[in-house]
């Protein structure tokens, strides 16, 4: 299934941050950090996503895990995906684009908090 | 997947009108609905043994269906079947008091209403037996839903359309009390007695 592993996330937002070349703009490391910090936003969006984390505490996932599952319910896995692009936008010096992270992290709470895409 | 096929149709028609719900949430609603169902109609029930001992006017009571949780003492009886005369009540969960203890050790059978118990951590769907899945399978999903339609900030959530699940629910469940008062007959008996003189436990739902 798309998008289970802290690798295929990695790969999905350097395709849509057109990051694909060595050496990359966007590192291993700050795109799993963003994706730990975008399971931690999203948890206070929509707490029923975590049910299985009530009583546990959140993953935590290191970019030298790669092939670490991430267990996030697969119809709001693409959400994560704008979160970590949209931060990795907003953070990026040389093209910073505010609009653009603003669009991308307003899809995120969208794509949590409605059925449009 | 269930081991009841109607459980499966429920799930997968709260799937199709609940766009982006859970189906751990479901799950936890289904309860609820369940809970709320059976400890509001009373529709089922269970007859569980009794042992009366001398000098005491406590006994356990013990649930006659595992998984299942005594809500309600319904009727005490003798084992031959007559009504056993001594006043009796649910004083704390699992045990049943009576007014006036026995001069020798007696069994009497209670009937008791009953809910759903702790599903535990593995179980997923509530143990009911599967003929309340099938008689009561609209109202089912109409208190499902109506919960879902209210939760707060969800993709499915929608005040309006919980309310009218929940009035279809609520009608489904006096319904459901209302047969089952009667015994399921068609019509049940004829006259009924003045409503503005009922009690309030007496009237019609």
């Known amino acids: 299934m798309a998008l289970s592993t802290v690798q295929e996330y990695i790969d999905e937002v350097r395709v849509l941050m057109q990051d694909r070349r060595v050496p990359y703009r966007y590192s291993d490391e700050s795109i799993v950090s963003e994706l730990n910090i975008a399971m931690l936003e999203t948890r206070k969006m929509r707490p029923d996503l975590f049910m299985k984390y009530f009583r546990t505490p959140y993953p935590d996932f290191k970019p030298e895990e790669p092939t670490v599952e991430v267990p996030f319910e697969p119809i709001y896995r693409m959400a994560l995906v704008y979160y970590i692009c949209g931060k990795c936008v907003l953070r990026d010096e040389e093209e910073n684009d505010e609009a653009r992270a603003g669009k991308l992290l307003a899809k995120h709470a969208r794509s949590i908090l409605s059925t449009e895409g | ?205």
């Not at chain 2, 499966?8 to 709320?36: F, H, S, Y």
């Not at chain 2, 026995?102 to 759903?116: C, M």
Request: charged share 20%; proline share 7%.
């Open chain 2, 1 to 205: 997947m269930a081991t009841n096929p109607l459980i499966d149709r429920v799930m997968d028609q709260i799937r199709v009108k609940m766009p982006g719900a859970l189906d751990g949430v479901t799950q936890m609603e289904l309860w609820n609905t369940l809970d709320d169902f059976l400890v509001r109609t009373n529709v089922w029930t269970g007859e569980t043994e009794v042992k009366l001992k001398v000098g005491k006017l406590e006994a356990d009571l013990d649930s006659p269906t595992a998984g299942a949780s005594i809500w309600r003492l319904m009727t005490v009886k003798n084992e031959d079947g007559t009504n056993y005369p001594i006043k009796a009540w649910i004083s704390t969960p699992g045990t049943i008091t009576f007014a006036s203890g026995v001069s020798e050790p007696k069994t009497i059978v209670a009937t008791v209403a009953l809910t759903v118990g702790d599903p535990g951590k593995r179980q997923v769907y509530p143990d009911v037996p599967d003929w309340i899945w099938g008689d009561y399978y609209d109202v089912i999903i109409d208190g499902t839903i109506g919960r879902l339609f209210g939760h707060p900030a969800k993709p499915y959530s929608n005040p309006q359309m919980a309310l009218f699940h929940l009035k279809q629910y609520s009608a489904g469940c006096d319904q459901a009390k209302w047969m089952v008062n009667r015994g399921r007959r068609m019509e049940g008996q004829r006259w009924m007695f003045p409503q503005s003189y009922a009690g309030r436990l007496l009237r019609r739902p």
